[in-house]
């Protein structure tokens, strides 16, 4: 199994949006108010800010995507989406992206789940381990869990 990152480029972006969809159907088991529109996608091309859209490959096809950019107080990178495609879960290309991402994008990391999505819950502890993740703090507020850590250099 060969996992790789790969920019995604502006010809990409009508496949991102397609997942990106998909993904956010997905979400709304978890939250109702969740819907498949995503108003910050054209902005990851638009320049001028730090965000960065990539692509999830698995032995040379799409397996899914992250969307990263610089954290709201500036301090480090926030994981904004990630999904990988039902079809190449449980195959380890999500937990390998992750870790990747983070290895890539060393330093203060933030990342947020909905509290009632079990699957996230399991697996963002173990990418965040994976990845050596230190001074790892979780926060709950109403139905939102909050990762920070940092990820050595």
């Known amino acids: ?18 997942m ?4 956010l159907v997905e979400l709304s088991a978890f939250d109702p108010a969740i819907t498949p529109d995503y108003p910050y996608l054209d902005i990851y091309w638009a320049g001028g800010e730090a965000r960065w859209p990539i692509l999830i490959t698995q032995d040379g096809g799409v397996a899914g995507f992250a969307l990263i950019r610089s954290a709201d107080d500036g301090g480090g990178a926030e994981m904004a989406e990630f999904y990988v495609r039902p079809d ?13 991402l983070f290895k890539a994008h060393p330093g203060a990391w933030t990342l947020s789940i909905l509290l009632d999505n079990g699957p996230a819950r399991a697996f963002w502890p173990r990418a965040i381990a994976a ?10 507020e109403e139905r ?7 990820i050595p250099t």
């Not at 190449?88 to 990747?100: F, M, P, T």
């Open 88 to 100: 190449a879960r449980r195959s380890g290309a999500g937990l390998a992206a992750a870790v990747g």
């Open 1 to 18: 199994m060969a996992v790789a990152l790969v920019p995604a480029s502006i010809g990409d972006k009508p496949m991102l949006r397609q």
């Open 131 to 140: 990845a050596k993740g230190e001074r790892v703090s979780i926060a709950e």
């Open 144 to 150: 939102v869990v909050t990762y920070r850590f940092t």
């Open 20 to 23: 990106l969809e998909s993904y």
